[in-house]
Structure formats: C-alpha cells, structure tokens
C-alpha cells in the first residue's frame, strides 16, 4: 500500500465547501469522483484544510492510499474529468506516515475586498461600498498575533478540542485597488479568517474602537463577532509542510 499526496486549486464559486458532504457537491466529492472514474474502483481522500462554501484556494491538498500505479502522468487524465474550476497541480508519492492535514505547520489565507464597482472580480473579492480607515484597519490587525484563544471567532457547532491558534502573520495590505487581509497561522477555526475580517472593517468604519476590537477577541463569545463577509473573498493562499 502506497500513500499520495494530491495538490488541488479550485475556484470554490459553485461547491459547498471543500470537504465531502451528504447531498452537496464539493471539492473533496469532484475529486474522488474523477479518481473513480479514472481508476475503475473507489479511493477516499483525506483533505488537509476545510474551506467553507465558496471559498477559493490556490493550494490545498488530499492524501490517498491505493495498491494502484500511481505516476504524474495521470494529471493530465484526472484533469480532463474534473469540471474546469478545479486542477490537480501535482501528486506525489510519499511516506506511509505522512498525513495532509496533521503534517501541515501552517496555513495562509488571504480576504480581499475592493470598493469600488468592478464585474471581472465580484466573484474573487468582496464589494464593500464604504469609507474606511487603513491604518486602523492597520493597527487592529497589528494586535490580533498578541492573542492565542481565539473562541470568539469560531462559528458554533464545531467538534475541535482547543480554540488555541499562533498567529505567526496579520496585515492588511493595498494592491491596486484591492484591500487584502493576509494572515498566517498554524491552524485556522471554523470561519475563523471571516469573522476577524468582518470585525475588523467595524473598526476600519469606526463603528468600533481598537479597544473594543480587542474587548471582542477576549470575551471569547463568538457572538460578539461579525460574521457577515461572503465566503468568495477568501483565498486560501498555502498550506506548509515541514522541509524534508
């Protein structure tokens, strides 16, 4: 029994998710699918991070295991199955003990937003029609990385044993037009990205201020938080492994 690892980009527009769901077409559902079709026999995949409904990713990864023949020259075959918004990039044999989503050290997300009408983005960034200061913007992301629980920005009804996360990168960043929140981290809850997101323009439109930002993150009450931003302009950026 061999173990591989799969590297995925999708635009996550039409699917309800990345992981397999009953009765919803995700990105873990096209995949095997593909491999089904293309193998002739059932292979379940393991993904290594969650994105929510619509999200995006430029990287994200499976593992499988298979007796099979596995070479890279299958992707172009698994390609030319799955619908045109999602790509394998790469498989890659690996060790039996190598896992997708326990290996993985860190992940990177970025949210863009833009503010100012533009129909060749609306489906890869949120319009957001309203004033808003960067550098408080700025600075509330600044303090983010000086926290470790971050239970307020969970969505309910999820089944993790800690809310712990180390934030290693938070910043917000202008490119064009766009206005990018980048962050970085060992691991990532349950709407996680959104909700930081979501509070963070209260205080860039000064509805909030950065010590009742900071109120927010240590009431530890996710319904203290704003949910409210659009899964599409999220973009999962990287998902980092250890170098061998």
Not at 50 to 76: C, K, M, P, S
Not at 84 to 99: F, G, M, S
Not at 102 to 110: P, V
Request: net charge neutral; proline share 3%; with cysteine.
């Amino acid at each position: 029994m061999s173990r591989y690892f799969i590297e995925v980009a999708y635009n996550g527009k039409n699917y309800a998710g990345f992981q397999i769901q009953d009765n919803a077409q995700t990105i873990q559902s096209e995949v095997e699918k593909a491999l089904q079709i293309f193998f002739k026999q059932e292979i379940k995949l393991t993904g290594s991070s969650r994105t929510d409904t619509g999200v995006h990713a430029l990287q994200n990864f499976f593992h499988f295991d298979t007796e099979l023949e596995v070479n890279v020259n299958i992707i172009y075959n698994l390609n030319a199955i799955l619908p045109p918004d999602i790509v394998i990039k790469n498989i890659e044999l690996t060790t039996q003990a190598a896992h997708s989503r326990f290996d993985a050290i860190s992940r990177e997300y970025k949210y863009s937003i833009y503010q100012f009408k533009d129909p060749f983005i609306n489906n890869q960034a949120y319009y957001y029609p309203y004033s808003l200061n960067f550098e408080l913007l700025q600075r509330a992301a600044s303090i983010i990385p000086e926290y470790n629980d971050f239970t307020t920005f969970s969505k309910r009804n999820t089944q993790v044993q800690s809310f712990n996360c180390v934030v290693i990168n938070s910043e917000w960043v202008k490119d064009g037009e766009l206005l990018i929140y980048k962050v970085k981290a060992n691991r990532f809850l349950r709407g996680m990205v959104r909700g930081l997101v979501g509070t963070m323009l209260q205080v860039g439109r000064e509805k909030i201020t950065i010590d009742d930002f900071r109120s927010v993150i240590e009431a530890k009450d996710c319904s203290k938080a704003n949910f409210s931003v659009p899964g599409h302009g999220l973009l999962l950026v990287k998902v980092n492994y250890p170098l061998p």
